[in-house]
């Protein structure tokens, strides 16, 4: 049986809703759209709440297609309070644009990642924020973060999945590395793979600026992800894939 591994960040190069929404649908965890060239960078959608070009069209797939698991993401309480909103307005503002997102959002599995590209620079009690969202929605909890950062710290939270860019940082090397968390490996190839485990996901790196690449690179991109999730190998002795 096929595993249910690839998905993605979130941002897209593309300006068509439909087509957007159709290539996340082929991943095998499928995710919720955010298109920069219309205007939806994290800082700005946030303005907004709840608004997103592809937010209707991917209810309606999602519904149709009967999804098991997807994946929706919001700008994270830290970089928001870094980027000058105080830490109730932060907080207001995201829970507010996920509770849109979740209204009448239906599939089995929930995963809902806070984007989290500034956390190296926080320097105050970011994971107290994150379960105060977290507490108030029916989802599997992640984090998305770019830099490096004190992954030490990051460990010992409540989150159950940890994404990051793997083609630039092998967190396999930390004390507290893993420490029962699922772990989702942004790659730019199979060797970006240091310790794929049972519950692990495959995503493209951050440092994939849908801004960087058009929308014909989509396949390509899609491609590789699909066919590295082929070339691991689970093993049922070490619960690990090799």
Known sequence: MER????????????????AVEYSLRHHIPFLPELPKKGEYMLEYIKHPGILSCLDEFK???RQSECQTI????????????????????VQRIYEHIS?????????????????????????????????????FNA???V?????????????????????????????????YRNNKRIAWGIQERGDVKDFQEGDLLTLPCGMSPLLYYAGDCEGNL?????????????ESTRNYI
Request: contains cysteine; neutral net charge.
């Open 223 to 235: 491609e590789k992800l699909l066919r590295v999730s082929k070339e691991l190998t689970f093993s």
């Open 71 to 90: 994946k929706i993401q919001c700008v994270g309480p830290a970089t928001l309070i870094l980027s000058g909103y105080n830490k109730d307005e932060a």
């Open 144 to 176: 998305h973060t770019c830099g490096n950062i004190n992954w030490d710290k990051l460990f010992d939270s409540s989150i159950e999945i940890i994404s990051f860019d793997a083609s630039k940082y092998d967190i396999t090397k930390y004390p507290k």
């Open 4 to 19: 249910k591994i690839t998905t993605q960040i979130g941002s897209l190069p593309y300006e068509d809703v439909k087509q």
């Open 60 to 62: 309606k797939q999602v």
């Open 140 to 142: 599997v909890s992640g």
């Open 100 to 136: 849109i997102i979740m209204d009448g959002l239906k599939a089995k599995e929930i995963m809902l990642f806070l984007d989290e590209p500034a956390l190296g620079q926080a320097g105050f009690d970011y994971k107290k924020l994150w379960m105060s969202l977290f507490n108030n």
